[in-house]
């Protein structure tokens, strides 16, 4: 739902809308909205033979696995950055759906792994009556940072001097709002970018290690396996 949603009701839940978020919805529940305005956004459709074909049956999106049979319904609402991304892959893979090209499957279903990439970077921000309009905005703030600045810094020290405020203080706020450290999302940004460079460009490991600003690759390819299971050349030929 890029935008005009006003609410949403999932069988009998029903929840405020926000732009920029995504549902992930089992077949056969009930799916009713309210609009503002003439609204903006996607409904994509895949069978499950399809993810358990091209994705993989543990697909784990925030800690919730997909397709099971009970517990919350997948909410997740996005930076506006992020939304405007997920927004094009969307509209790409709805452009192969309606193609004739060879492989078109394979096209769709690399799209849509990197779509979810994007949904579990911890980009959305938690919807609650404890967060007021500072922290958000602080949190805000502090992730556009990283998204400008994730290459030359990688401390949450020097974002928060950017901001003036302490680190201790930063990262009380974002871990209110985000639900996660502020280190975690700095870190997160670094994995999203070493994945789609491992995956889409023909740079060599040092290279992209290089341009994530780490002076020694093997730093690099540490932190990697670290936070992924496995190294970023093996990731590559997965």
């Known amino acids: ?31 009713a909205m309210e609009y503002d305005h003439e609204p903006s956004g996607w409904i994509l459709t895949f069978s499950k033979e399809f993810f358990n074909r091209q994705i993989g049956e543990k697909l784990v999106i925030r800690n ?32 192969l759906i309606g193609s004739q090209i060879p492989n078109r499957e394979s096209g769709i279903a690399s799209l849509l792994k990197t779509l979810l990439i994007y949904c579990e970077s911890r980009c959305n921000i938690r919807q609650t009556s404890e967060n007021n309009a500072n922290q958000v905005h602080l949190t805000s703030t502090f992730k556009d940072l990283v998204a400008h600045y994730y290459t030359e810094y990688h ?11 302490s680190p201790k203080y930063l990262n009380q706020v974002v871990k209110q709002v985000l639900g996660v450290t502020a280190r975690s999302i700095i870190q997160e940004q670094l994995i999203i970018h070493a994945r789609r460079d491992l ?40």
Do not use: W
């Not at 401390?155 to 405020?165: C, P, T």
């Open 155 to 165: 401390r949450v020290s020097d974002y928060a001097e950017m901001m003036n405020i």
């Open 64 to 95: 919730v696995v997909l397709f099971s049979s009970f517990g919350e319904i997948p909410k997740i609402v996005l930076s506006p950055k992020i939304g405007d991304r997920v927004h094009v892959i969307a509209e790409m893979i709805d452009e």
């Open 1 to 31: 739902m890029r935008s005009g949603v006003r609410s949403v009701r999932i069988d009998h839940e029903r929840f405020t809308a926000q732009p920029n978020s995504i549902c992930f919805i089992m077949p056969g529940q009930r799916v």
């Open 199 to 238: 995956k889409f460009s023909n740079d060599s490991v040092k290279q992209i290690a290089f341009r994530l600003g780490y002076a020694e690759p093997f730093h690099f390819s540490s932190f990697f396996k670290k936070k992924v299971g496995c190294s970023p050349s093996d990731y590559r030929l997965q």
